[in-house]
């Protein structure tokens, strides 16, 4: 919202901007002159505030985009009297679908972890320009010169402690016995589905050691051999799973999904952690679960359940009911028919106890 500046000379201002004041207002720029969306408030006096007032009036409304959107959606709900309710988020999904224009012309577009992914990092791309812009306009302000290689570099934001972790890739040559690693950021993980597992064991498949290939022509042929493995470094504050069950079969030219049964417990420790990976015992206990209800990408539905306060919740769009933990369970997966009806976990949020 953008307040309009006003000289306080009273020490209560509990009318300022209200009633008459307010009518005055619109009445001088007139019904047809104001602008659309905008609200021009003037802050209460608490005695002695108005040096405060003075300056947040100064403040110029920021450009509308994909965060201030979402912060106005969350904001629509707190400030809400009812406890349930409600509310179209037209505003959010009008900004996403401008930036979204032709990007999304396939089954992605319908896909929620696409979605998940390009929130995430299109909020902390604005967040990291943002501190960028205060951070400039502050040297310029205090007449220190900028230097272009520091200005490149970008400072986590609350979406990075929350969400992001660390990969570390290690690769050892059978031949020479060397070892070498590289470090990886994620902000989720991506693990294979297989029939009645876990998602311990698909934690597990996705740290486990594979042995690559490599040819070598140097007056005579051979090969060398590598050990390639990925171990989780930095564990996250909020662990994001993603369930591949999405596969892309060549015989039927399509995407379908694999419903498999696929076990998500309650509680969950990593175990494929690297050697020098901080809190390595950390737990972590599942809060919210998408579900993909249907049977292929480019068709079907989503759901999520969300647990707060002790008891689950589902939120089906617009409809929310409490469950039962067991009910959980309903939302494993089939243990027959890869390709039946089915509702299933697909994105799992784990959150770490502190």
Not at 76 to 104: A, D
Not at 257 to 264: D, E, G, I, N
Not at 272 to 279: E, G, K, P, R
Request: proline share 3%; aromatic share 12%.
């Amino acid at each position: 919202l953008q307040v309009f500046v006003t000289v306080c000379r009273c020490t209560t201002c509990s009318s300022c901007c209200t009633g008459s004041n307010a009518s005055a207002l619109v009445k001088d720029i007139g019904p047809e002159q104001f602008p659309i969306n905008e609200h021009y408030f003037g802050l209460v006096n608490f005695g002695n505030t108005c040096y405060c007032n003075s300056v947040l009036q100064t403040q110029q409304k920021k450009k509308e985009n994909l965060l201030t959107c979402l912060a106005d959606l969350f904001h629509s709900i707190t400030t809400q009297k009812k406890k349930v309710g409600v509310i179209p988020p037209k505003k959010f999904i009008s900004r996403y679908e401008k930036k979204m224009v032709n990007l999304f012309d396939n089954y992605m577009q319908q896909d929620a972890h696409e979605f998940l992914n390009y929130l995430l990092n299109t909020v902390a791309d604005i967040l990291q320009e943002e501190k960028k812009q205060e951070k400039h306009h502050g040297k310029l302000k205090s007449g220190v010169s900028s230097n272009k290689a520091e200005e490149k570099k970008t400072e986590p934001t609350w979406v990075h402690d929350i969400f992001q972790g660390t990969l570390t890739n290690e690769t050892r040559c059978l031949n020479c016995e060397t070892v070498s690693s590289k470090d990886e950021d994620f902000l989720d993980l991506s693990v294979d589905v297989e029939q009645n597992t876990s998602i311990t064991h698909c934690l597990r498949d996705f740290s486990n050691t594979e042995t690559l290939c490599s040819e070598y022509k140097y007056y005579l042929f051979y090969f060398i051999f590598f050990l390639y493995r990925m171990r989780v470094k930095k564990l996250p504050m909020i662990l994001a799973l993603h369930l591949k069950r999405f596969k892309y079969m060549e015989q039927l030219h399509r995407y379908t999904k694999l419903s498999y049964r696929v076990v998500f417990p309650l509680e969950l420790r990593l175990f494929n952690t690297s050697s020098d990976a901080i809190n390595l015992d950390r737990m972590y206990d599942l809060v919210a679960v998408v579900v993909h209800c249907g049977s292929g990408p480019n068709r079907g539905h989503y759901i999520t359940i969300v647990k707060s306060h002790g008891f689950w919740l589902l939120f089906d769009d617009d409809i929310v009911e409490k469950i039962d933990p067991q009910a959980l369970e309903e939302f494993y997966g089939l243990t027959s028919d890869i390709s039946k009806n089915s509702e299933s976990g697909y994105i799992l949020f784990y959150q770490s106890r502190e």
